[in-house]
Nanobody, 121 residues
Framework: QVQLVESGGGLVQAGGSLRLSCTAS????????MGWYRQAPGKQRELVAG???????NYADSVEGRFAISRDNPGNTVYLQMDSLKPEDTAVYFC???????????????WGQGTQVTVSS
């Protein structure tokens, strides 16, 4: 069974920083793309940042220059360094893995359970 386990959320003042981590567990052979999405109350879930196996990254315009996504060498853990946080960054942040291959099953997409990030003004 595959799971994405997130950590690192919390409460921070505007201008502060947080670092989110997400590790995929299970008999994983490879993951194509990992990323972070967020969903604020009353809003749709949106892509925050993504990183491919080769290290290519993409960011939402709203976080460009403030957030940085990275991935460890085996490729099963993804990080999101969030600096200069703003109240509008408040949301539940979800880890996402696309095209995840295990010893027995190929998953098109897997989601984490989400971690709350709250930025106070």
């Amino acid at each position: 069974q595959v799971q994405l386990v997130e950590s690192g959320g919390g409460l921070v003042q505007a201008g502060g920083s947080l670092r989110l981590s997400c590790t995929a567990s299970g008999r994983i052979l490879g993951i194509d793309t990992m990323g972070w999405y967020r969903q604020a109350p009353g809003k749709q879930r949106e892509l925050v940042a993504g990183i491919s196996t080769g290290g290519s990254t993409n960011y939402a315009d709203s976080v460009e220059g403030r957030f940085a996504i990275s991935r460890d060498n085996p490729g099963n853990t993804v990080y999101l360094q969030m600096d200069s946080l703003k109240p509008e960054d408040t949301a539940v942040y979800f880890c996402n893995a696309k095209k995840l291959v295990t010893t027995g099953i190929r998953y098109l997409e897997v989601w984490g359970q989400g971690t709350q990030v709250t930025v106070s003004s």
